[in-house]
């Protein structure tokens, strides 16, 4: 996979912590600059916001249209059947922006790894695979695609982990939620889990939360 092209927010000179944000199907990175104001960060905090923009993919579920996707989606089933080879290529592109943020001057533990729907399954195949410890895995309104396969790290055996749902997702139905934080507990992680009256968004009081995961977490 090629590097991927990103947009950048810093919100104070010389960042001391990244998150890197990933978008859902048929997006970009510009979905969530509008977040960053919101987040009730402290005045002088230093972070650089990393949006990435997904490749270009034909996607099953829609027709094989070429579109933003960090992989395909063959069938919208329960069990969402996806291609985790392409997942897996997503994460190792992800994961040279956490390396160039490393090389930038910003310790891996002080890198969040931020997803939203597909996104969130990036996230999460990344962030516990990574050889590094990092800041945190924040999964908005998503799955864990690959819990049969990711290889796990030590670094990140506890990292922190924030995760959070629509009930009226009609899209990702909280189900899968539910599913994602039970199988994390199972592996022995301590992910939090918070939902919200909502569809397939994301809402301010959750933003908020965000914002408190990012200061508690690598500020």
């Not at 829609?62 to 897996?88: C, F, H, S």
């Not at 891996?108 to 996230?123: L, T």
């Not at 889990?193 to 914002?211: A, K, N």
Request: proline share 7%; net charge negative; glycine share 10%.
């Amino acid at each position: 996979m090629q590097d991927l092209e990103t947009i950048e927010i810093e919100t104070g000179d010389q960042p001391t912590a990244a998150v890197i944000w990933l978008h859902g199907l048929g997006a970009s990175g510009h979905d969530f600059e509008p977040v960053v104001p919101e987040l009730g960060l402290p005045a002088d905090a230093r972070v650089r916001f990393i949006f990435p923009h997904a490749p270009e993919l034909p996607v099953t579920i829609n027709g094989g249209m070429t579109m933003p996707a960090w992989y395909d989606i063959k069938a919208m089933d329960i069990d969402r059947v996806v291609d985790t080879e392409q997942l897996r290529a997503s994460a190792e592109a992800v994961g040279k922006l956490v390396q160039q943020e490393i090389e930038r001057g910003i310790p891996a533990r002080n890198i969040i790894i931020a997803g939203f729907s597909q996104g969130g399954a990036v996230a999460y195949e990344l962030g516990l695979s990574y050889p590094e410890r990092l800041g945190g895995i924040l999964a908005l309104s998503t799955y864990f695609a690959t819990a049969d396969s990711v290889q796990r790290s030590e670094a990140n055996a506890e990292i922190p982990i924030s995760v959070y749902h629509g009930t009226f997702d009609p899209i990702v139905p909280e189900a899968l939620g539910v599913r994602s934080v039970e199988t994390l507990k199972g592996m022995g992680y301590d992910p939090s889990y918070q939902t919200f009256p909502m569809e397939h968004s994301v809402c301010l009081e959750e933003v908020v939360d965000i914002g408190r995961f990012i200061r508690r977490h690598v500020l």
